[in-house]
C-alpha cells in the first residue's frame, strides 16, 4: 500500500503512538477486570478479596489448625505476627501468597470452610463416618479393672482423663442438639480423642464433597468465616466494604486518567504526524507542478492538478490519522483484550469466533457494495473542481451569452453524479452501525445465556461473565473498526496513486546534464534559431518547421503572422516553455537547453501573449524577479513601459493594490505592467508576445521609441499583428502555417513577399506604405505566378 510508504520519515512518531495506545489499551481492559472485582468482591464477598484474614484472633487460628497438615501449619504461623494484648494476630505475609492460589490463601480456605461447617453443627455421624473413628465411643467404653490391673498409674490417669474428656465431650454434643460443633472437635482433640491426621483427613473429604459443586463456593465458604470472624472481633463489615469500595474505585480512576492522557497524546502525535505528511506531501507535489512545463499542466488539466494538491492530499492526511489512531490501535487491542479473555478460563470463547464471523460478513457485504463507488468518487471531485473553475474563468463571456442555465445545468449534472455517489456509500455505510449494534447485542444474549449456565454451576462468577462481555466487545469493535477503516483506505489508496502520479511524473524540461555557461568574450544578447522545427506532443504534424534567424543586442527581430500561424509557439521555445523537436536555439551561442534553466531565464524577459498580474501591489509586481530588482530598475522600467503616468494617477502609487490576476486594471494597463515586470530584470532579451495588442496606436509608437533608447544592450522579439508596431525592426519573419514565408526588412518584404503584402494592405494605405499601384501587382502577379507554377 502506498500511504504506508508516507510513515517512513515518521517511526518514531509511529513508536510513541504504538507505545501510547499500548498504555490507553491496557488501561482500558484493565477497567472490566476491576468492575468483575467489584461485583465479585466488593458486593457479593462484602469487600472481603481472600480467605486470609487481615486479623485473627489466636484462638481462632488454633481452631482452624487442627485442620490443617503440618506444613500448612508452619505456612500460616509464618505469615501472621504472635498475638497482641487482645489476642490478635495480623497478616504479615505477602500479599501475593495471600491472593488467590496463594500458599496461605490455599492453607486456610478449607479448614475455614470446615470450621464455617462446625459453627452450624455437622451431624454426629457423618463427622463419625469422616474421621474413620467413633470418638464418642470412648465416652461409654471405661477401663475394666483387668485393663486398670496392667497399667501403670501414669496410663490409668490419663485413661480416666480420656474417659472424662469423651464424657465432656459427649455433653457437648448433646448440648448442642446431637450436633458436632467446633467445641467438641477441640475437646476430643485436645484429649487426644482424635488424632490431627484424622481431622486433615475429614477436612479434605468435605472439600471433595464441597468440590463437586465447583471451586467457588469454597471461596464464597471460606469469605463468609472470615466475615464472621471480622463480626467476632468487633469489626465493622460495612467498613471493610466501603474501604475495598473506595480503594478499588481510586485504582480505576486511576485507570480512566491514564488512559484518557494517554489517547489524548495519541491523537495528538496522530494529528501532529498526519498533518506533517500532508504538508511535505503538498509541499512537494506543488514543488513539482511548478517545475512542469505547459506539456505536463496541459496532460494533467489545471483543475486535476489542484485536486491532487489540495483534495487528495486532504484524503491522505485523514487517512494517515485514522491509520495511527484506529488501525494501529484495533489489533493491539484486539490482542491484549484476546489475551484477557483466554486467561480467563470461562468456556465461553467460541463466542468470540462467532461474534468475529458475524462481523465480517457484515463488513464483507457492505465493503463489497462500497469500494468501486469510493474509487469513482475521486473522479467526480476532480470533475466538479474542472467545471466550477472553467465556470469561474469564464464567468464574463457566459455571463455575456445569457449561459448562466446551461452552465448551471452542466455544473449541476457533475455536481448530483458527486453527490448520488456520495449518498450511495453513505446509505450503505449507515446500515454499518445499527447491524454491528445487533451483533454486537446478539453476542451479549449468547454469552449470558452460555455464561449463565456457569454461573449456576459454581464455576464462574457474575463479574467475571460482565468482563468477558466487554472484552468481547473490544475485540469486535478493533475488529470493526479494522474493516470500516479499511473501506476508507482504498479511497486514500486512490488519492495516493494521484499524487504520486504527479510526482513522478519528470517535466519534459529538465536541467542540462552537464550545464555550460556563454563564454566571457561572447556576445551579449545574441539569439539566433537554427533549423527549428516543433511538434506538439500528441499532435502528429510540426507547427513550426524549419525556421532560422539571429539578432544581437540593440536589434528588433519583428515575428508576424495570421492567427495560429504559430507565433506563441515560436516564442516559447526561447525561455524553454517548449522544447525544440528539430533544430536549436542559441542564446549567446551556447544551446539553451545547455543553460542552467534559473540563468536561461534569468537573462529572458518575457511577455505572455495574456498578461497576468499577481495579487499585491504594483511593485510586488514590478519587483517580481527578486531582490536583483532595484527601486531605479523598477521606476525606469515603468517610464520605459510607458506605465509611470498611469501607476502615479492610482490612489497610493506604485504601493497601489492588484488584485488577483489583475483584474482591476484595464487590458492596456495590464500589458504595460507586464512589459514594465520584464524589462525590470535587465534581461538580454526581451520576448513580446504580442504585448502591444491593446495599447493605443500612441502608446504603441511612444513604447518602441522608448525601447529603442533604453534598451540597447538588449535584441526585442516582437511578436504583432499590427504592421506599424514591427515596421521599424531589424528583421522581419513572417509566418504561414509554421512556415517562414518571408524573412528580411520592412521595406523588402513589402516588395517581395505577398503574406506581408496583404497584412500590409489590410492596414495601411498604399500611400503609407510608400508603394504605387504597380509595385504591388507586380508582387501580388509574382505571386500568383508562383501559385501557377506549383
Ligand atoms: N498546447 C497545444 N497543444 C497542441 N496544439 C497547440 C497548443 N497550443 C497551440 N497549438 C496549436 O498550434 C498552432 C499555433 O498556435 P499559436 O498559439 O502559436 O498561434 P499564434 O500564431 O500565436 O496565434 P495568435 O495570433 O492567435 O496568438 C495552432 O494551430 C494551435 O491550435
Ligand atoms: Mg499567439
Not at 303 to 311: D, E, F, H, Q, Y
Request: negative net charge; proline residues 3%.
Amino acid at each position: 500500500m502506498r500511504i504506508f510508504k508516507l510513515f517512513k520519515n515518521h517511526i518514531l512518531a509511529l513508536l510513541a503512538a504504538v507505545a501510547l495506545i499500548t498504555i490507553s489499551c491496557n488501561a482500558d481492559l484493565t477497567l472490566p477486570t476491576y468492575m468483575s472485582e467489584i461485583v465479585d468482591v466488593g458486593i457479593q464477598q462484602g469487600g472481603i478479596e481472600s480467605p486470609v484474614p487481615t486479623t485473627i484472633r489466636r484462638s481462632t487460628l488454633d481452631d482452624l489448625e487442627l485442620f490443617m497438615s503440618d506444613e500448612d501449619t508452619a505456612t500460616v504461623e509464618a505469615a501472621y505476627s504472635a498475638p497482641e494484648a487482645d489476642g490478635v494476630c495480623t497478616y504479615t505475609g505477602s500479599e501475593a501468597d495471600r491472593a488467590e492460589d496463594g500458599p496461605v490463601s490455599d492453607a486456610m480456605s478449607l479448614p475455614e470452610t470446615v470450621a464455617l461447617a462446625l459453627e452450624q453443627g455437622i451431624d454426629a455421624s457423618s463427622m463419625a463416618s469422616m474421621t474413620g473413628s467413633d470418638a464418642t465411643a470412648g465416652a461409654s467404653a471405661a477401663p475394666t479393672p483387668q485393663q486398670n490391673a496392667a497399667m501403670t498409674p501414669d496410663q490409668i490417669a490419663a485413661m480416666k482423663a480420656k474417659a472424662q474428656a469423651a464424657a465432656q465431650m459427649q455433653q457437648q454434643i448433646e448440648a448442642d442438639g446431637g450436633k458436632v460443633t467446633m467445641d467438641a472437635v477441640r475437646i476430643a482433640a485436645d484429649a487426644g480423642l482424635i488424632a490431627r491426621d484424622q481431622l486433615v483427613q475429614a477436612a479434605s473429604q468435605m472439600a471433595d464433597q464441597m468440590g463437586s459443586m465447583g471451586g467457588s463456593i469454597v471461596k464464597q465458604r471460606a469469605v463468609s468465616f472470615v466475615q464472621q470472624e471480622y463480626q467476632d472481633q468487633g469489626i465493622e463489615l460495612s467498613d471493610v466494604q466501603n474501604a475495598y469500595l473506595a480503594g478499588m474505585s481510586a485504582k480505576m480512576f486511576g485507570l480512566c486518567a491514564i488512559s484518557l492522557v494517554a489517547t489524548i497524546l495519541t491523537g495528538a502525535v496522530a494529528s501532529h504526524t498526519a498533518c506533517t505528511i500532508a504538508r511535505d506531501l503538498r509541499r512537494k507535489t506543488f514543488d513539482k507542478v511548478m517545475h512542469f512545463s505547459p506539456a505536463e499542466v496541459n496532460k494533467f488539466s489545471q483543475a486535476s492538478l489542484i485536486t491532487r494538491c489540495t483534495n487528495d492530499v486532504q484524503q491522505i492526511q485523514m487517512a494517515a490519522t485514522l491509520l495511527i489512531r484506529m488501525v494501529m490501535m484495533a489489533p493491539i487491542m484486539g490482542i491484549v483484550a484476546l489475551t484477557r479473555v483466554l486467561a480467563t478460563h470461562t468456556g465461553l470463547e467460541w463466542t468470540i469466533g462467532v461474534a468475529v464471523i458475524a462481523v465480517s460478513a457484515v463488513v464483507g457485504v457492505l465493503m463489497g457494495l462500497t469500494m468501486p463507488k469510493f474509487k469513482k468518487m475521486q473522479k467526480f471531485v476532480d470533475r466538479v473542481n474542472l467545471v466550477a473553475r472553467e465556470m469561474l474563468d469564464g464567468i464574463m463571456p457566459i455571463r455575456a451569452f445569457g449561459r448562466q442555465e446551461h452552465e448551471l445545468d452542466r455544473f449541476d449534472g457533475a455536481s448530483r453524479d458527486l453527490m448520488e455517489t456520495q449518498l450511495f456509500t453513505n446509505r450503505a455505510m449507515s446500515f454499518m452501525m445499527p447491524l454491528m449494534m445487533f451483533v454486537m447485542n446478539c453476542v451479549t444474549v449468547l454469552i449470558v445465556w452460555a455464561g449463565s449456565h456457569g454461573v449456576s454451576d459454581g464455576v464462574m462468577q457474575v463479574g467475571d461473565m460482565m468482563a468477558f462481555i466487554s472484552y468481547t466487545m473490544q475485540i469486535v469493535m478493533a475488529f470493526m473498526i479494522l474493516t470500516m477503516v479499511s473501506v476508507m483506505l482504498p479511497r486514500a489508496e486512490v488519492a495516493c496513486e494521484r499524487v504520486e502520479e504527479a510526482l513522478n511524473t519528470e517535466s519534459s524540461i529538465k536541467e542540462p546534464a552537464r550545464p555550460q555557461l556563454p563564454a566571457a568574450d561572447a556576445p551579449r544578447g545574441e539569439l539566433e534559431f537554427r533549423g527549428v522545427s516543433f511538434q506538439y506532443p500528441d499532435a502528429r504534424e510540426d507547427v513550426i518547421g524549419g525556421v532560422n534567424f539571429k539578432v544581437g543586442a540593440g536589434q528588433m527581430l519583428g515575428i508576424i503572422g495570421s492567427t495560429g500561424s504559430g507565433k506563441s509557439t515560436l516564442v516559447q521555445l526561447i525561455p524553454r516553455l517548449y522544447d525544440v523537436t528539430g533544430g536549436k536555439v542559441l542564446l549567446d551561442g551556447v544551446d539553451v537547453r545547455d543553460l542552467p534553466l534559473s540563468e536561461l531565464r534569468r537573462r529572458i524577459g518575457y511577455i505572455p501573449q495574456q498578461g497576468m498580474l499577481f495579487t499585491g501591489t504594483v511593485e510586488s509586481n514590478l519587483k517580481f524577479a527578486g531582490d536583483s530588482v532595484t527601486d531605479d530598475d523598477m521606476h525606469r522600467a515603468a517610464t520605459t513601459a510607458q506605465a509611470t503616468d498611469f501607476i502615479e494617477e492610482r490612489d497610493g502609487g506604485f504601493e497601489s493594490e492588484i488584485s488577483q490576476g489583475g483584474g482591476n486594471v484595464s487590458g492596456g494597463q495590464r500589458q504595460r505592467l507586464s512589459i514594465a515586470r520584464a524589462l525590470a530584470k535587465r534581461p538580454e532579451v526581451i520576448v513580446f508576445d504580442d504585448s502591444f495588442s491593446a495599447l493605443d496606436y500612441k502608446t504603441d509608437a511612444l513604447l518602441r521609441e522608448a525601447l529603442a533608447r533604453d534598451e540597447k544592450d538588449s535584441s526585442l522579439v516582437v511578436v504583432a499583428q499590427r504592421i506599424a508596431t514591427i515596421m521599424h525592426a531589424d528583421q522581419i519573419i513572417v509566418l504561414d502555417e509554421g512556415h517562414v514565408v518571408g524573412q528580411g526588412t520592412h521595406e523588402e518584404l513589402l516588395r517581395s513577399c505577398p503574406a506581408y503584402l496583404e497584412i500590409a494592405q489590410s492596414q495601411l494605405s498604399a500611400k503609407e506604405l510608400g508603394l504605387s499601384q504597380e509595385e504591388i501587382d507586380a508582387v501580388m502577379s509574382g505571386a500568383a505566378q508562383k501559385g501557377g507554377a506549383r
